[in-house]
């Protein structure tokens, strides 16, 4: 759960936005949005443990991480697995333990986790989640601040549907790029899981801490050069896939997209964006022109044809 978000600025905070009472009055719908409130918080205000030693082990072997986990208890490191331990990856997908605990502290608690493996060529959509697949009003702050932490997650109509076609038909793994903070991650995990998208090959989120001022005022920043940052750390990692970019005209995604696609424009087979501005589409495709990729490989939808959306993305895409 690694960048992916927007950059921390210099700057004053400026004036906080409260987080805005549920529309709903009835008491059934407070109760429901103080559980939610009370669940979306808790990653924020948990205790980080900074340097701890980690071991990861798979099958019977334990991999020592090198180093030791920052300030805000976060790790990263490379793990190399023999032919064998890959290939015993159920339907490409690896399970293993993570310890972090010390022993002289009474620490021994082991979390499991799953890791998908991704073959070296093949497709790869990266998508955006806030308003591309996930309903967030990202231009309304009340109404984003509601939506994030006092509702569950609604889904856009037909990208799970859509989504879940491109695994079955090309085989494509996801690749989420967000500048939502990566407290949000189980959240995040159990909306995609309830509203039918394919399991994510990964999630690039915002890495935020509260005690850190800069971290904080990161989520106020322009996301673009984070988001590229992160869109060219997936495409490093994996030189011989395609790309396909889905995202929606809210906030940087036509500039990122376009950026990426000019810079790759071999691998970056296609690039879609939900239109939720109010100019309209014709606006916004005329942004993307100027803006974009000059290949014209730019697709732009309004939110009102949701539904329709999905056949025209697929015989778009089938096109290529």
Known sequence: KDGGGRDGGEDGPGEAAAIPPPAAAGGKAKRLSKEILSRRLRPFIVDNKRRRSVTVQIGARSYPLGGRSAKNGHFEAVLRLTDEEAGAAAGGVLRFVTHAGRAEDGDVRAFAGRSRLLGPAGLSVISDIDDTVKISKVGDTKELLRRSFLEEFEAVPGMARLYRAWAAE???????????????????????????????????????????????????????????????????????????????????????????????????????????????????????????????????????????????????????
């Open 170 to 320: 090309r085989g494509a793994a996801f690749h989420y790029v967000s500048s939502s903070p990566w407290q949000l991650y189980e959240e995040l995990a159990a909306f995609f899981d309830r509203t039918g998208f394919p399991e994510a090959a990964a999630l690039h989120l915002k890495s935020v801490r509260l005690k850190e001022r800069k971290s904080l005022l990161g989520l106020l920043a322009d996301p673009t050069q984070s988001k590229i940052r992160a869109i060219e750390g997936i495409l490093g990692r994996y030189p011989r896939r395609d790309f396909v970019l889905v995202g929606d005209t809210g906030e940087r995604d036509p500039e990122v997209y376009g950026e990426i696609a000019r810079r790759h424009p071999r691998r970056i087979v296609r690039v879609f964006l939900r239109d939720v501005t109010e100019e309209g589409e014709e606006d916004a495709v005329t942004c993307l022109v100027k803006e974009g990729d000059a290949t014209q490989k730019e697709e732009c939808y309004p939110p009102e044809e949701d539904c329709r959306m999905q056949t025209r993305m697929e015989a778009a895409f089938l096109d290529v």
